[in-house]
């Protein structure tokens, strides 16, 4: 009977522990991009087929979020980038790309959940590696020389306040 109790318990703890975080890696692989660390040079395509690229972003405050559908921390963030989106529009750039999701998935949840968002479906991991080496989500806050303002990830994942204060005091 006791040893029952113990694979019940071990059982409950493996799955409370994957329920309570979002996707994370075991080994970290990539970077880890820190406040006053500069945003590493990329390029992406957007889902309109424009292109979108670090250079993009000299002399404009940024928003970069990384993402998965399926993460339900990213599913809480989505909807807070989205608001910062509309509060903000066009006086700061925004850019969310998925992590290893496909296209036709990524369009598929916007359209099912309303967001107007910029994103860059990208199926590996090559440009999100240069930004961190584990878990989604990841939010970036840049100021216009390209330095990171402030990093947000799952633990906790950004409110509109925090996003809202730390993109005014890049503006």
């Not at 975080?21 to 970077?31: F, K, L, V, Y």
Request: aromatic content about 8%.
């Amino acid at each position: 009977m006791a040893t029952v109790t113990v694979r019940n318990i071990l059982a409950t703890a493996a799955v409370a522990l994957t329920l309570s975080s979002c996707i994370r890696d075991r080994i970290p692989q990539g970077a880890d991009l820190q406040p006053g660390d500069r945003l590493p040079d990329f390029s992406v395509i957007m889902s309109d087929g424009t292109s979108f690229s670090s250079a993009d972003l000299d002399g404009k405050v940024s928003l970069i979020m990384f993402f998965h559908t399926g993460c339900p921390d990213c599913q809480a963030e989505l909807p807070v980038v989205q608001q910062i989106h509309e509060e903000f529009g066009l006086q700061i750039a925004i850019c969310c790309i998925s992590r290893e999701e496909g296209p036709e998935t990524v369009r598929t949840y916007w359209l099912e959940n309303g967001l107007t968002l910029p994103y860059s479906a990208q199926e590996d991991r090559s440009v999100y590696s240069l930004f961190a080496g584990m878990g989604v989500p990841r939010v970036y806050v840049s100021g216009r020389d390209r330095v990171i303002y402030s990093v947000y990830d799952d633990s906790p994942i950004a409110t509109p306040d925090q996003l809202e204060a730390d993109i005014r005091a890049c503006l």
